[in-house]
Structure formats: structure tokens, C-alpha cells
């Protein structure tokens, strides 16, 4: 591990790489037409980092225990949780800072009484600190392949059927459907309810945003 004199955050050894990859995007702008497409990137999506993994890393670096590392952060969401909702910022050390804000639902002539009923709450925002700042200003990016038509229908079916048959997975989210896809997500999101609407693919119940196929479909029985 390295100090950043500057910032006194403790940054990895290892450079941190964003593996992206190209896809479609369509152009905006009043003179582009409708039809026009261009090249963009997105993220390759990642296995997601849970409390477990966490827990299991602060371990390995230091004498605190895996459960009691868990113990904390359960204390810690309540305590956060807590202080947003009463309108307080809350600062997580050196890797930034979060706070709410609220609106109104409607906005008020000048003159008119604004009333607690009025309100509405807004958004949670994130302001980085100077650890994460420092981290995300030594990322590498990396391209993971080279721009191609989106799948047609035929070959993202087979991808499908060696996702689910093959490699026997349960489920997969938009952001893994959009990759074997090769659309963004916005256009992924519409082909995936087209697959729906045809019977063939499904949500999954009480999931975090993924979806199978049907019973006879890509190799579910």
C-alpha cells in the first residue's frame, strides 16, 4: 500500500482497471437524424461487491473479525439511514459525502403559502471524497472487444440457450442481457419485453432485477 501525501488516503498497489466495451449509441442533437448511430462505450458488468466480500477483505487486512466487521456496518446503515432522514449530511470518512434534498410537487405562485404537505422528498446525493477521487484518477481503461453489429435474433437465441442450458444459470440481469445482446441497455430493456410479451422469457420472482426463460424455452424444462 501507498500514502497520497495530499489527500492521507491509503490507495491499492495494483492500478484499478474499468473494462468497457464498445457498443451502439444513437446521436442526439437538433441536426442528427433519428436514424443516426455512432460508437459509445459502456461497462462490462461486474461481479457485484457484497457486505460478505467486504467483511472477508477487512479481515484479511487487519485483526478485526469478519463477524464483527458485519456487526458494525449493521449499526452503521441504521445510524445513516437515521441521520438522512432527519436532513443531516453524513460523511463517510475520506470517501465522501451523502445528503437528501427535498421539492415540491407543485411549484408555488409567489404570494402563495407553502405547506408541509406541499413537499415531496428529493434524491440521495453522493459527493466524493479525496480516497475515491484519488482511486478513480489512477483508473486504466480497457477495451474488452471491438465494435459489432448488435446479435441478430438467431445467434442471441443460442447465447441464450448456452447462458441458461449450457452454463446452468438461473437468471440474468438487463446489464449481462444488453452484453450478449451487444445493445445499450435502454434498447436491451425493449427487446427483453418483447421476449416477454412472446412468452419466452419471464421475470424472476422476488429478484433484484433478473429475468429466465419460460418452462420450454432456452433450455429450461
Not at 21 to 27: E, G, L, P, S
Not at 37 to 52: C, N, R, S, Y
Not at 190 to 201: D, F, N, P, S, T
Amino acid at each position: 500500500m501507498k500514502r497520497n501525501p495530499k489527500t492521507k488516503v491509503v490507495l491499492g498497489d495494483n492500478q484499478p482497471v474499468m473494462r468497457c466495451r464498445a457498443i451502439r449509441r444513437r446521436k442526439m442533437g437538433k441536426n442528427v437524424e433519428s436514424e443516426a448511430w455512432g460508437i459509445g462505450a459502456t461497462l462490462v458488468p461486474q461481479e457485484k461487491l457484497d457486505m460478505d466480500s467486504m467483511a472477508a477483505t477487512t479481515h484479511e487486512r487487519c485483526t478485526v473479525k469478519q463477524a464483527d466487521v458485519k456487526a458494525a456496518w449493521e449499526s452503521l446503515q441504521v445510524i445513516i439511514a437515521s441521520a438522512l432522514a432527519n436532513g443531516q449530511r453524513v460523511e463517510l470518512g475520506e470517501l465522501g459525502t451523502l445528503s437528501i434534498d427535498v421539492s415540491v410537487k407543485t411549484l408555488k405562485e409567489p404570494g402563495e403559502r407553502l405547506r408541509a404537505t406541499d413537499l415531496k422528498m428529493g434524491s440521495v446525493s453522493f459527493k466524493p471524497g479525496p480516497l475515491l477521487q484519488a482511486q478513480l484518477s489512477r483508473v486504466k481503461f480497457a477495451i474488452d472487444n471491438d465494435y459489432t453489429e448488435p446479435t441478430d435474433a438467431a445467434l442471441l437465441d443460442e447465447a441464450l440457450y448456452n447462458y441458461f442450458a449450457v452454463e446452468k444459470k438461473e437468471g440474468i440481469n438487463m446489464k449481462h442481457f444488453a452484453s450478449l445482446s451487444g445493445y445499450g441497455i435502454t434498447r436491451a430493456r425493449k427487446l427483453m419485453k418483447e421476449y416477454i410479451e412472446q412468452g419466452v422469457m419471464e421475470y424472476v420472482p422476488m429478484s433484484r432485477g433478473y429475468y429466465r426463460p419460460t418452462k420450454g424455452n432456452f433450455g429450461r424444462e
